[in-house]
């Protein structure tokens, strides 16, 4: 069983920073992807960011290009997303994800790639 270990939610006033971590075991697979996302009250699931694990690979969404960057520890099995100029669109809850298939690689930020999903931690914002 996958086992997810979410960190670093909370509460942040605008223009500030967070680092989510996100630290995975019980899997004997190597993941293609890790990836990020986010879901806000009354939205959709949103990818926002995810590193592949071949060749490190960082994709972004348009919302967060430029703000958020992912990174990882391979030593740790432990991804990160640092995040900068942090406004009230960005309250949401995070879940981190990870997928062995190929598909989580060709389509890294839809949600439908990712069979392995953590539970969330909440990031809100406040002005």
């Known amino acids: 069983e996958v086992q997810f270990v979410e960190s670093g939610g909370g509460v942040v006033q605008a223009g500030g920073s967070l680092r989510l971590s996100c630290a995975t075991s019980g899997h004997t697979f190597d993941a293609q992807a890790i990836a990020w996302f986010r879901q806000a009250p009354g939205k959709e699931r949103e990818g926002i960011a995810c590193i592949t694990t071949r060749d490190g690979r960082a994709y972004y969404s348009d919302s967060v290009k430029g703000r958020f960057t992912i990174s990882r520890d391979n030593a740790k099995n432990t991804v990160y997303l640092q995040m900068a100029s942090l406004n009230s669109e960005d309250t949401a809850v995070y879940f981190c994800?990870?997928?062995?298939?190929?598909?989580?690689?060709?389509?890294?930020?839809?949600?439908?790639?990712?069979?392995?999903w953590g539970r969330g931690t909440q990031v809100t914002v406040s002005s």
């Open positions: 994800a990870i997928d062995d298939r190929v598909m989580a690689s060709m389509y890294p930020l839809e949600p439908s790639s990712y069979k392995y």
